[in-house]
């Protein structure tokens, strides 16, 4: 089973900042890494595929990046509505699809 | 679009069993292979089974082989959940997903949840 590793656990940021977030497999997942975003109360929502591809009505200001076995999430200038919890995961070997154990990005 | 509605938590009692039930439109159903994921409470996500589009294959995590089966009804346009012998720690929010079309196989549309409470 491929481990995911996401990093920090917890990133405070002022809104109008960057924000980069970090995923790490234990093994190369090719660029087979999505990355979803949960706001409380909600379902998770698919934000980014094949490593850096955005979703159907994902803005600009998210991007991805990274291949093998390092990641990033980028969002170049925080809004309100981007406070939230962020996981990746991956689906180049599976079963099973695993995800990281999440990074809350906060109000600072 | 693409919707999901999930159905059938509830609290049942350790030991029990439970089926949860999905519910899909906007899109061919039976043209896509389909997931569960779980979400405990405060925790992350969990990978629990897929099954493909015809129903001919499928897999679920090793912590609930033997307990929890996936299946589905291309008919009717509904995904199921089968839990059996359920456990305190099976208590968590109950997502169906469907995955992409191609062959890499990422979550795409998630329902709402339903929530599995397993309590005495």
């Known amino acids: 089973e491929i481990v995911m590793t996401q990093s920090p656990a917890t990133l405070s940021v002022s809104p109008g900042e960057r924000a980069t977030l970090s995923c790490r497999a234990s093994?190369?997942?090719?660029?087979?890494l999505a990355w979803y975003q949960q706001k409380p109360g909600q379902a998770p929502r698919l934000l980014i595929y094949?490593?850096?591809t955005r979703a159907t009505g994902i803005p600009a200001r998210f991007s991805g990046s990274g291949s093998g076995t390092e990641f990033t999430l980028t969002i170049s200038s925080l809004q309100s509505e981007d406070f939230a919890i962020y996981y990746c995961?991956?689906?180049?070997?599976?079963?099973?699809?695993?995800f990281g154990q999440g990074t809350k990005v906060e109000i600072k | 679009q693409v919707l999901l509605v999930e159905s059938g938590g509830g609290v049942v009692q350790p030991g029990r069993s439970l089926r949860l039930s999905c519910a899909a439109s906007?899109?061919?159903?039976?043209?896509?292979?389909m997931h569960w994921v779980r979400q405990a409470p405060g925790r992350g996500l969990e990978w629990l089974a897929v099954?493909?589009?015809?129903?001919?294959?499928?897999h679920h995590r090793d912590s609930v082989k033997g307990r929890f089966t996936i299946s589905r009804d291309n008919s009717n346009d509904t995904l199921y959940l089968q839990m059996n012998s359920l456990r305190a720690d099976d208590t968590a929010i109950y997502y169906c997903?469907?995955?992409?079309?191609?062959?890499?196989?990422?979550?795409?549309?998630w329902g709402q949840g339903t929530l599995v409470t397993v309590s005495s």
């Open positions: 997903v469907k995955e992409s079309s191609g062959w890499t196989k990422y979550l795409e549309n």
């Open positions: 906007g899109f061919a159903f039976n043209n896509f292979g």
């Open positions: 995961q991956q689906y180049n070997n599976w079963p099973p699809w695993t």
């Open positions: 099954i493909s589009f015809d129903g001919s294959s499928n």
């Open positions: 093994q190369s997942v090719s660029s087979n």
């Open positions: 094949r490593a850096s």
